[in-house]
């Protein structure tokens, strides 16, 4: 079964800074796909990145970017020009490839990130 | 075009009870995927239905259910509650299960045994 670590509890950043959120996974298969989702206070999950496993360009969307490591089976998330409202929880998720047309995730412990003015 | 709804958004049950929580997904969305939210535990994955049939199964017990209407709309029950069953449940909704698809999540029912 596949497996998704983030092994920083907890992060803070100053405000307009630069912060890299960790994750590591555990898996045999070839073709996957990984996300990182955001969780505020409303509980609402939103997607904030994501990354095909066959695709070797890091995945960019506007501040954020990932570091994504196949080899290493790393995939960090690099968040730039820090803003209040990007405190939150962040979740790192991996699809499997080889499970149809199914939509499940299997989702990391997570890393609450703070944002100090 | 509204988003996932989930109701209730809170609920205080009783040991021994059963519950039903319910999902509407944004409009035109067949799949509906189910995921229990715990401190301990983190994002656990329930089921997924598609089409109205069950196309995935997390490792849970038989205790807990689910099902999916004609119109999209699915609903997820626990009989026979447990304290360990306290939980934010979290519903999500895709275009499409054919394919990758962007999960849309609603705010979630958070349940709570007494």
């Known amino acids: 079964a596949q497996t998704v670590t983030q092994s920083q509890p907890e992060m803070s950043v100053q405000e307009a800074e630069t912060v890299t959120l960790s994750c590591t996974y555990d898996?045999?298969?070839?073709?996957?796909?990984l996300f990182w989702y955001k969780q505020p206070p409303s509980r609402q999950m939103i997607l904030v990145i994501r990354q095909e496993a066959y695709k070797q360009q890091n995945a960019t969307e506007n501040r954020f970017s990932v570091n994504f490591q196949k080899a290493a089976k790393s995939f960090s998330l690099k968040i730039s020009d820090s803003q209040l409202g990007d405190a939150a929880m962040y979740f790192c998720a991996y699809r499997s490839g080889a499970q149809g047309g199914s939509e499940k995730l299997v989702f990391g412990k997570g890393t609450k990130l703070t944002v100090n003015p | 075009k509204a988003g996932v709804t989930q109701t209730p958004r809170y609920l205080i049950k009783t040991r021994g009870q059963q519950v039903t929580l319910s999902c509407s997904p944004i409009s035109g969305h067949r799949s509906v995927s189910w995921y229990q939210q715990t401190p301990g535990q983190g994002l656990q994955f329930l089921f997924e239905y598609f089409s109205e049939t069950q196309r995935n199964k997390g490792n849970f017990p038989g205790r807990f259910s689910g099902r999916q209407f004609s119109n999209s709309r699915s609903e997820m029950n626990v009989s026979t509650l447990e304290l360990g069953d306290s939980a934010l449940y979290l519903c999500?909704?895709?275009?499409?299960?054919?394919?990758?698809?962007?999960?849309?999540f609603g705010s979630g029912t958070q349940l709570s045994v007494l």
């Open positions: 999500a909704s895709s275009l499409d299960g054919g394919t990758v698809r962007k999960l849309f």
């Open positions: 898996t045999s298969e070839s073709d996957y796909y």
